[in-house]
């Protein structure tokens, strides 16, 4: 398990206190995850302020799922 | 015409965390306050509030509060605790009434009416200096909607799916009594069955201390002795003691309430309304606007003012407020003060601001129901003469017709409310 999917995943359990093993790679915020559209808003924040990136409200737009954020999240650091 | 009957009530008080614990503590002469825990009060000028008993949610009944009994830890970051309480009294007088929508047109008859003085006042501090530290990006999407003042009856209305009315009072320290007396309107004037209305508050918070410090409001001479310092009518009170909570009330048309053989608590039978007009935070010195509230209610009552023997007092433990609202109700009363008993809870609560009037109305309601008025504590020595039967101390057992229920806030805005019992 990569770095960042654990550090995306503890978030996620946290601001939306799902399960875990719910927060896979494909899991959509929205549809598999219970989020509503100001909790999408806060995901973003909580990722910006735990990997120090930031993360334009129009790249925001496109981060639907845990695997989205991983992709970003990565892409961003390097 | 149509009738408004009480019939369920909740509170989350600084005197416990449900109906029972805060009328068990109220009526044997318990002071909720104490030295501030939510911050270190150190270099404040009043250093002592009326906080909510937290439990640690381990002992059930013990007459604490436990937020995760009402709301998911995940969503009590979402909303100010203010919102908390109102979620957490409002349930708790939706069960005590035996009722919730079953249709839709259910939902459709039923309303919420909650005010707030403040409403999120601490989420507001808090996310001002997150601002200053880190920058607009890291404000909340839910900081807006956690701390609008009518969120509490927005998130009550969501959380038991009532459809109606919804509505905030903001009236200062009497916003809670114009939402019970609005929501009561609702009702007579058939724009609904059903109201879950009342009051909530939250603000023991580093700017509310401050600030209501710098109007000269709080009590600062009994840091030392802070169940000593909410002492209404007493020549040695010196301000208000802070306290937080909600009170809620459902009130119900009588044959919607008949229909299903509701228990009925009795009857909200008169609301009066008025502004001073005068001064920012002092009330008009002649009492001219307590008592035309007063005897607005009255009239709209339509008994005469003997049927009223007890008044829950406004009294806040202010050097000047206490005895204008007493002149006020000698004067409304005159004629008829033989028997006429007034105290204030807020000697024990502290003053919730604008969740007073809702946790008054339900103390009045217990009154007239269990027949026992609850005591002005720490009233030793009066500052002034009168007939008025001020309940020093103890609680006294009398048998209660009416009960008049005053509520005055900042801005000169005045409501009184008239519970009655329901005789069939």
Known sequence: ?78 | MRKVVITGLGVVTPLGGDLNSSWKNLISGKSGASTITKFDPAGYPCTIACEVPLGDGLNANDGSFNAEDWISPKDQKKVDTFILYGIAAAEMALKDSGWKPQTEEDSFRAGVGVGSGIGGLASIEKTALLLNEKGPRRVSPFFIPGALINLAAGQISIKNNLKGPNLAAVTACASGSHSIGEGAQMIKNDKADVMLVGGAEAAICPIGMAGFSASRALSTNFNEAPEKASRPYDKDRDGFVMGEGAGFLVLEELDHALSRNARIYGELKGYGVSGDAFHITSPSEDGDGAYRSILMAIDDAGISKEEINYVNAHGTSTPLGDEIELRAVERAFDGAIKGLSMSSTKSSTGHLLGAAGAIEAVFSVMALNENIIPPTINLDNPSVETKIDLVPHNAKEKEIRSVLSNSFGFGGTNASLIFSHHYN
């Open chain 1, 1 to 78: 398990m990569s770095d960042t999917l654990e550090k995306v995943q503890a978030i996620v359990v946290e601001h939306l206190g799902v399960e875990a093993d719910k927060v896979t790679a494909s899991a959509s915020f929205i549809e598999d995850l219970g989020a509503d559209s100001l909790d999408t808003v806060e995901l973003v924040m909580a990722f910006e302020e735990e990997f120090g990136i930031e993360i334009p409200d129009d790249a925001a737009e496109t981060i639907l799922s845990v695997g989205d954020a991983i992709n970003f999240i990565d892409s961003a650091k390097s």
